[in-house]
């Protein structure tokens, strides 16, 4: 069955490949002679993202010939590009000279790579002035005529400061590896860049392909069905009765929502984040600001370890230097580094004996929440810390005692237990700011998710548990909504149980939900508001569950306040309107309104109410938002420029052109191509590995569109409204992306997921309905569902594990974490 699949894949893959033009662009041979210092171009992280602080590159002339020099002042992912051409199925050995300046130690330093592969040379860090050679062995793909040999600072999910300067590159072909030396594959990933806005990709000719078989099946199903009406294993649908829907919980309900959710819960919080992290610190406001710290004893020191707090921006990229303690009893430069990260713990590598260490503020505004030493031959900082001040302002903020007095937050290899990672940066940052009246550092999102974040620091403490917890919370709390979305879409218990079972082992919800960022309550509340919509179209025969207007009023609210957390959640309010305006129409028709008998009266009190639904109460809740942002100190916090905001927001998605080894298609998000690779651990243990990616559980997934196919036939031909109402928020969740053409991750198909669940749900039951001997099949879907949970849960939480077993995870070339 494997062979199968994975054959099935290889032929969609190969489907998908973009076809290039027949012209090719003439490059030079890697024939191991040094690359001069022409053609080569330059990849900025920074830049392409639209950062203000891009690194500098330049080509300097020195007594050992042209140099290759980086300056990073923030941190980035920036390298010199030079495209070779090579022969397939070769080894290869890159190799360069390299030599840095306050390069930082806990993200990736100088090396030699190739262009959207992770695989590369050892990194340098920290300063030396000495040429150190830098090789990468590595083998071309089988049809690989070309490669991006790039030399940096920095890499993916590891952004880095300093300069860092290249010389005598080469790549040249060998035909052995020395003895220990690991061979990397230099055939990037196949990542397909988002298709030109009104261009039909083959991706979208795959899905269209795949929905066409699903329909085909269900049409072929029908026709056996009706062939076969004297078996007595099946019910038709038509003849199936509508069951009677369900007015309230009971106990069996509320029983299988609570241990679902139990495990969810238990599952989601285990391994979420470490409960310490450094919280105090010492903020200076002079240049020049020193602090001694007393050691205690003469020690031989290996790392210094700091952990920067969070200030205004002013603050970023605030220069230290330390200085050691020599036997004359005076204080020699040791190591200097910006403050360009907040959050994690990092490190400069040092090789002293001393009894004393003085930091000094260079330049002032930054945050400094703790330091810490650790002796030669040790994992654990040194204890019997003693501060001695300096010459310190009075205007300081926080006491210098504050740096040691966090020691037991302390992690030798610092990791997602004790720091940010992925998109924490901006979101549990912004959300730290807007408790302590900060002017927030990220403003391309609305602020009710980053609110939410900051009730679970308000209450935790600013630590990886306290800014991650709300999320993992509502992230458990999709479960039971699920179940009470299935049961009141298919009024069976059974059912209801299937569609939250699948998403308690959706590999997208659980990585989604356990990082900092703002995606899960968006998904949430557009969940929240179909599930009151659906109230609008009770079976034939019955009346509506509620008074519509409240109904509408609710929906409105759920609506607001998704808005408030991520505009993803506009695009059900389309879907929204539209759904409410066939309800309207349809109950035109039925009340048979004329203009002597109502008609004008009926429609203006349904357009009052959607107005103050769809309009009044979502735009209040969506400006109380920015209640914080309007109460913050200083000038540029008033309504307009609120309003400035939005404008802002709009142009930054907008016009967001950049590049990214993880970005994907809207077309290929279905198929589960390609991964969101968020967070991989440094300093492990040999042959260990520690990875968060967020992708889909293949056993939904894959099943997803034929059975979305399906559900749209079983829509149309029983005329099933409320499966209708599934369909519309699927299709105005995944439609929109197909125009957009700007930077997309797999991650974007998260609001669709919910939906797709229930399409799934609805194909299982029909098929039983048919035939239910097939509830054995569906009981085995399930476990399979399960299964692969399981199996993958070790690089969907961060649990570390052998590199191999990693490895045994990678079924498909665009699989890569």
């Known amino acids: ?55 500098r590159f330049e080509i300097v002339q020195g007594k050992d010939g042209a140099l290759l020099q980086i300056i990073a002042e923030t941190p980035n992912d920036a390298r010199f590009v030079r495209e070779l051409s090579v022969e397939p199925d070769t ?26 592969i992770q695989d590369g040379s050892p990194d340098i860090k920290g300063s030396s002035n000495n040429w150190q050679l830098l090789e990468l062995f590595g083998k071309t793909g089988s049809d690989q005529k070309k490669l991006s040999v790039t030399v940096g600072i920095g890499g993916y999910g590891s952004l880095n400061s300093g300069m860092v300067q290249f010389r005598d590159v080469t790549v040249e072909k060998v035909s052995s590896v020395p003895a220990g030396i690991r061979v990397a594959s230099l055939q990037p990933p196949a990542v397909t860049a988002p298709a030109p806005v009104g261009r039909v990709h083959t991706g979208g000719v795959v899905i269209a392909a795949l929905g066409c078989i699903g329909a085909l099946l269900a049409w072929w199903g029908s026709i056996i069905r009706r062939r076969n009406s ?15 829907p369900v007015k309230k919980l009971e106990l069996g309900d509320v029983t299988v929502m609570a241990v679902l959710s139990a495990a969810c819960l238990i599952v989601s919080l285990f391994n979420l984040g470490g409960h310490l992290a450094p919280e105090t610190g010492w903020q200076s406001t002079a240049a020049g600001e020193s602090v001694t710290i007393n050691l205690g004893r003469e020690v031989d020191l290996s790392r210094i370890y700091y952990y920067c707090g969070i200030n205004n921006s002013s603050g970023d990229g605030s220069q230290y230097s330390i200085a050691a303690r020599n036997p004359a009893g005076a204080f020699v430069e040791l190591a200097s580094f910006n403050k360009d990260d907040v959050g994690v713990w990092k490190y400069s590598e040092v090789a002293v004996r001393t009894s004393a260490v003085r930091l000094t503020a260079d330049t002032p505004g930054g945050r400094f929440n703790e330091i810490a030493f650790v002796e030669k031959g040790s994992r654990i900082p040194l204890t019997d810390l003693k501060i001695v001040e300096g010459e310190l302002s009075g205007a300081d903020r926080g006491k210098t005692k504050n740096l040691i007095d966090e020691q037991s937050s302390f992690e030798y290899a610092p990791s997602f237990q004790t720091g940010f990672y992925f998109d924490e940066i901006y979101h549990a940052r912004t959300a730290w700011e807007m408790l302590h009246r900060i002017e927030p550092y990220e403003t391309t999102h609305p602020p009710l998710g980053k609110l939410l974040i900051s009730s679970g620091i308000a209450v935790f403490g600013m630590n990886p548990f306290g800014w991650r917890v709300v999320g993992a919370l509502f992230g458990v709390a999709l479960v039971p909504l699920m179940y009470l979305f299935g049961l009141k879409l298919f009024r069976n218990r059974y059912y209801a149980f299937c569609a939250a079972f699948l998403m308690m082992v959706e590999f997208m919800r659980f990585a989604q939900s356990r990082v900092a960022v703002i995606d899960v309550y968006g998904v949430f509340f557009i969940l929240l508001m179909y599930y009151f919509i659906l109230d609008l ?146 300093g492990l243990p040999d042959g260990t590995a520690s990875s968060i990616v967020s992708f889909g559980n293949p056993a939904i997934f894959w099943l997803g569109i034929p059975a979305v196919a399906t559900a749209a036939f079983l829509a149309l031909r029983n005329r099933d409204a409320r499966l209708g109402v599934v369909l519309t928020a699927l299709v105005c969740q995944y439609l929109p992306w197909v125009g957009i053409n700007r930077l997309a991750f797999i991650y974007h198909f998260f609001s669709t997921v919910p939906f797709l669940i229930l399409c799934i749900v609805a194909t299982l039951r029909s098929a039983e309905l048919r035939c239910p001997r097939f509830r054995a099949v569906t009981w085995g879907y399930l476990g399979v569902a399960a299964g692969l949970f399981i199996l993958f849960y070790p690089v969907l939480s961060g649990l570390q594990v052998s590199q191999d077993y990693v490895a045994s995870l990678r079924w498909f070339p665009t699989w890569f974490f």
């Open 537 to 682: 179209f009770p079976e034939k025969g019955e009346g509506p569950r509620r008074n519509t207007n409240l109904t509408l009023l609710l929906a409105g609210i759920a609506f607001g306040i998704g808005a408030a957390c991520k505009w993803i959640a506009l695009y059900a309010g389309c879907g929204m309107v539209l759904l409410v305006v066939l309800r309207t129409a349809a109950e035109l028709r039925q009340r048979n309104y004329s203009a002597e008998h109502g008609l004008a009266g009926f429609l203006l009190r349904r357009i009052g109410i959607c107005l103050v639904a769809f309009g009044v109460l979502p735009a209040l809740i969506y400006l109380s938002a920015f209640l914080p942002y309007l109460a913050l100190p200083g000038p540029g916090h008033d309504l307009t420029d609120v309003f400035r905001l939005q404008a802002h927001m709009l142009n930054y998605h907008r016009t967001l052109q950049a590049t990214h080894p993880f970005s994907s298609p809207w077309w290929s998000w279905p198929l589960d191509l390609h991964p969101m690779w968020m967070y991989t651990g440094a």
């Open 1 to 55: 069955m494997s062979c199968v699949v994975r054959t099935f894949i290889t032929m969609l893959l190969l489907l998908t490949t973009t076809v290039h033009s027949a012209e090719e662009i003439q490059t030079p041979p890697a024939d191991g002679r040094p690359l001069s210092e022409q053609q080569w171009t330059q990849y900025d992280w920074n830049a392409s993202t639209g950062a203000t602080r891009a690194a």
């Open 91 to 116: 080894v290869y050995r890159l190799a360069c000279l390299a030599r840095s300046e306050n390069v930082g130690s806990a993200a990736r330093g100088a090396g030699i790579s190739v262009a959207e």
């Open 230 to 244: 004297d078996i007595g294993e099946r019910v038709p649908d038509e003849t199936v009765p509508a069951a009677a």
